[in-house]
T-cell receptor, first 115, second 111 residues
Framework: DVKVTQSSRYLVKRTGEKVFLECVQD?????MFWYRQDPGLGLRLIYF???????EKGDIPEGYSVSREKKERFSLILESASTNQTSMYLC??????????????FGPGTRLTVL | TQLLEQSPQFLSIQEGENLTVYCNSS?????LQWYRQEPGEGPVLLVT?????EVKKLKRLTFQFGDARKDSSLHITAAQPGDTGLYLC???????????FGKGTLLTVNP
């Protein structure tokens, strides 16, 4: 079974702190994604990566950066956390680009609260 | 602009009832997926539909992709409390592996 793990289930940080959210997948997937999920807004794509050291902006990249130094690990970085970044953060991975039936496998999520 | 509109947003029913959830768009998608998300967990894929008019069944769940590949529906027969969760539709365009998600339908099935 594919497993996507996220470093923390719950995280509380203060405004201005630098925050790292880590995601690891164990199935050698090429693609990895970071979403945030907010009530009434659904899942919104922040960044994705289709290969090591490759990244592309999603729909809401402002205030975030990412790092993918190894294939299995994709990190989301909040350079200076703000209260409007309080949200549920979901990481996902998928096998290959270009497949119409490609499945995204999600981690359990990190609920981040910025005070 | 929300490309995928899901309705209803909330649905609370009694065990044994039938229900239908809709996912509509003005855009054409090459494929459409349905995910279910349970509290405290990430979404899990239920089904992918690719061909216009396609119907797929998964036990008591029936998924349909519209003929024009702009909309989809999920029908649940004889709902059970275990069906409770957030149902999300997600569309892909061409060979683009990015997905566009709807806002979801939160289903509660009461025993």
């Amino acid at each position: 079974d594919v497993k996507v793990t996220q470093s923390s289930r719950y995280l509380v940080k203060r405004t201005g702190e630098k925050v790292f959210l880590e995601c690891v997948q164990d199935m050698d997937h090429e693609n990895m994604f970071w979403y945030r999920q907010d009530p009434g807004l659904g899942l919104r794509l922040i960044y994705f990566s289709y290969d090591v050291k490759m990244k592309e902006k999603g729909d809401i990249p402002e205030g975030y950066s990412v790092s993918r130094e190894k294939k299995e690990r994709f990190s989301l970085i909040l350079e200076s956390a703000s209260t409007n970044q309080t949200s549920m953060y979901l990481c996902a991975s998928s096998l290959l680009q270009g497949l119409l039936s490609d499945t995204q496998y999600f981690g359990p999520g990190t609920r981040l609260t910025v005070l | 602009t929300q490309l995928l509109e899901q309705s209803p947003q909330f649905l609370s029913i009694q065990e044994g009832e039938n229900l239908t959830v809709y996912c509509n768009s003005s855009s054409v998608f090459s494929s459409l997926q349905w995910y279910r998300q349970e509290p405290g967990e990430g979404p899990v894929l239920l089904v992918t539909v690719v061909t216009g008019g396609e119907v797929k069944k998964l036990k008591r769940l029936t998924f349909q992709f519209g003929d024009a590949r702009k909309d989809s529906s999920l029908h649940i027969t004889a709902a059970q409390p275990g069906d409770t969760g957030l149902y999300l539709c997600a569309g892909a365009k061409g060979s683009n592996y990015k997905l566009t998600f709807g806002k979801g339908t939160l289903l509660t099935v009461n025993p």
